[in-house]
């Protein structure tokens, strides 16, 4: 039979009850990391249905708090992908609408709602927070957002899904510090365990990609050119406007091949063949996208916080028409 977790081992940092609740994790990866998780204080910004799959994985793992905040309200293409909403609360603001469903998931944690814009908080808003994740926001507050956790050194990631794609985005500092164990079965049944300690340096969003611009096509790195998913999420805000929505399949190939133009980018690298499974505006609610994806940002947010393993750096793609995911060093 399996023992659980000894209480005494962990008096005076986790009580009885989140010993209990967290044994699994405990056994995974061990008292240490979720002392450091239950330390932990993250922001998610923008609750799609993305942001929905990563507050619930957050919430899970027993962090200190979970904020949300989110300025738009709920339509029927947020449902059914957003799960933490209500099926009743179409027309009601994103984050405060999944208040209730993500705290009884983990009564242990503090999970509240902020009402704003991202692109009007100050910048001292920032400074309650371990993790700063960014979800369904314009390139050029990702930025802004980048920015600013930077200067501060917070531990930032950014994300976002369209269609059969979803991308996430890491921004960890100059000098991130982490560990890895690894263990060794020996002849005689014994087992032999090695830490390795790694130091991590991760560009900036502004320094990883070229932000709004493409001053040559050799701006863009050749694993960045074959990376069809991270090239279509740089360009998403050129494409999809007001007046030019997904299903306007031949005018945004004519679009993409102005982009390409204006960027001064080979056609043989534009993502044309990628478009019509894109649907940018109709399928924002795609919930095997954002179950994969916050799937992995979640896993990404126990590493940056417990400090073991190494992170992504800097940029994932998962791409749901062929089942791949590719990891590209910025």
């Known amino acids: 039979m399996a023992s659980t977790v000894e209480t005494k081992e962990i008096v005076g940092d986790l009580s009885a ?26 922001l998610i910004a923008g609750l799609d249905a993305l942001g929905a799959e990563v507050g619930k994985n957050v919430v899970l ?14 339509t029927s293409k947020d449902l059914p992908g957003q799960f933490m909403a209500p099926c009743d609360a179409n027309g009601q603001n994103r984050a405060t609408a999944s208040i209730e469903r993500l705290s009884s998931l983990n009564p242990n ?14 910048d001292e808003f920032f400074n309650a927070f371990s993790i700063v994740c960014v979800i369904d926001y314009p390139l050029e507050i990702v930025n802004k957002v980048d920015i600013i956790c930077k200067s501060k ?36 049944g014994s087992e032999t365990k090695t830490v390795q300690h790694h130091e ?21 790195g050749q694993k960045q050119k074959t990376n069809k998913v ?44 990628l478009l019509a499974d894109a649907a940018f ?33 800097n940029f994932f793609s998962y791409n749901a028409v062929n089942c791949v995911a590719n990891v590209v060093t910025l």
């Open 61 to 74: 793992t027993g962090v200190n708090s979970v904020t949300l905040l989110d300025h738009r309200n709920l």
């Open 109 to 122: 944690v503090k999970v509240s709602s902020v009402e704003k814009n991202l692109s009007d908080v100050e």
């Open 281 to 313: 505006d109709q399928m924002k609610g795609r919930a095997e996208v954002a179950a994969v994806l916050g799937g992995v940002i979640g896993q990404e947010i126990i590493k940056i916080a417990s400090r073991n393993d190494k992170p992504f750096n």
């Open 153 to 188: 050194g917070i531990l930032f990631l950014s994300a976002d899904t369209f269609g059969s794609f979803g991308y996430m985005f890491t921004d960890l500092g100059e000098s991130f510090k982490c560990h890895s164990e690894h263990s060794k079965r020996e002849k005689d």
């Open 230 to 273: 991270f090239l279509l999420s740089l360009l998403k805000d050129d494409l999809v406007t007001s007046n030019l929505k997904a299903d306007d399949l031949e005018l945004l190939v004519d679009r993409l091949a102005d982009l390409g133009t204006k960027y001064n980018l080979a056609p043989d690298c534009l993502p044309f063949s």
């Open 200 to 220: 991590v340096s991760f560009k900036s969003f502004q320094e990883a990609v070229p932000f709004g611009k493409f001053a040559s096509a050799d701006c863009l």
């Open 17 to 42: 009850g989140e010993a209990k609740l967290y044994d699994r994790q405990l056994r995974l990866w061990g008292v240490e990391a979720q002392q450091k998780l239950r330390a932990t204080n993250v």
